[in-house]
């Protein structure tokens, strides 16, 4: 009995804080194979970045509703390391760790064990997305643990999720994305 491939989804999540309001996240979910893509956002009373941005991840891997293989793409260096350090040490350690000399519970374990949970159905891979500025894309160029996909981050506008932001994300999204196409991969 043969079983079909999982499908493959590029899930690209990002934050932004407004000072004293909250904060908004942003995931944008790709079917690799035909090109179409899913978008949610919303805005939450939370002034917590890293919270947010792994709202976002969180959000959009439970909006697949089968099993699939997603790269998640995000700038988070929070959710990079939580998922490719910490989360098998987490769940071992019944979701606590040592911090100074005193256990404590992770944080944001509840959102963490949501993650846990879609793994169970989901095969992530996680990439690290630098937005940047020239200068600032030179001073991270030689980093080991960065794979960067450079984006000017835009100068007008609230925040990283303005319209300007989420245009020039949507063309770096398909760029990436045309590299991860079946075709392109038996091409190369």
Same mark, same amino acid.
Request: glycine share 8%.
């Given at each position: ?10 899930l ?21 194979a035909?090109?179409?893509?899913f ?19 969180? #959000? ?7 099993? &699939? #293989? ?24 019944g979701?606590?760790?040592? %911090? ?13 064990? %949501?993650?846990?949970? !879609? ?7 996680? %990439? ?12 991270? !160029?030689?980093m ?5 996909v450079?984006? &000017?981050?835009? #100068? %007008? ?5 303005? !319209?300007?932001?989420?245009?020039? &994300?949507?063309?770096?999204? !398909?760029?990436?994305?045309? &590299?991860? #196409? ?7």
């Amino acid at each position: 009995m043969m079983t079909a491939p999982a499908a493959h989804y590029l899930l690209f999540a990002e934050a932004a804080i407004e000072p004293n309001q909250g904060g908004s996240w942003r995931f944008v979910l790709e079917n690799v194979a035909t090109g179409e893509s899913f978008s949610a956002n919303d805005f939450e009373p939370i002034d917590c970045h890293e919270r947010l941005e792994l709202l976002a991840v969180v #959000r959009g891997l439970e909006a697949i509703d089968h099993s &699939a #293989r997603v790269t998640l793409v995000t700038k988070s260096r929070y959710v990079n390391r939580g998922l490719k350090r910490g989360l098998n040490d987490w769940r071992a350690n019944g979701w606590q760790w040592e %911090r100074f000399g005193r256990v404590v519970p992770v944080r944001d374990h509840d959102l963490w064990k %949501r993650v846990d949970r !879609a793994l169970n159905y989901h095969q992530v891979d996680c %990439r690290l997305w630098q937005f940047a500025g020239e200068e600032e894309a030179e001073a991270t !160029a030689g980093m080991p643990e960065v794979e960067s996909v450079v984006v &000017a981050r835009p #100068r %007008r506008g609230r925040f990283t999720l303005a !319209a300007e932001g989420f245009r020039r &994300a949507t063309q770096a999204a !398909a760029t990436l994305g045309d &590299a991860f #196409r079946p075709s392109t991969l038996a091409a190369g």
